[in-house]
């Protein structure tokens, strides 16, 4: 049994499916904008279309190793902002940041 010769190396085929997989998320999240009627803002949009081209021309989307893993295609704070921009498009409550709870109006804490 012949085996072809790796034509890359492992690390190379995680870092092209990392980049299909950030520009199949980019590309969901503003179709179910669309398709939900939910308008994005202007600066989402252009940050949809900035990440996608920057992931298309150099495989990911920051310049700074310390932002995100290797051989991923977006930073974390990236990442947060497209699951930020999808839960919009699905119509869901932004989820709670860090902090503390405040009170309901009315009732105290002792």
Request: hydrophobic fraction near 35%; aromatic fraction near 4%.
């Amino acid at each position: 049994m012949k085996r072809k010769p790796p034509s890359d190396s492992p690390f190379e085929a995680q870092r092209r499916a990392a980049q299909r997989s950030a520009l199949n998320a980019l590309k969901r999240a503003r179709r179910s904008a669309e398709k939900a009627g939910v308008s994005l803002s202007e600066w989402e949009g252009a940050f949809i279309d900035s990440v996608s081209e920057r992931v298309k021309t150099h495989g990911r989307a920051f310049a700074d190793p310390e932002k995100g893993a290797p051989g991923q295609a977006l930073s974390a704070m990236q990442g947060r902002k497209l699951k930020e921009i999808t839960a919009k498009a699905k119509g869901e409550a932004p989820k709670r940041r860090w902090g503390r709870k405040t009170p309901k109006a009315g009732v105290s804490e002792e």
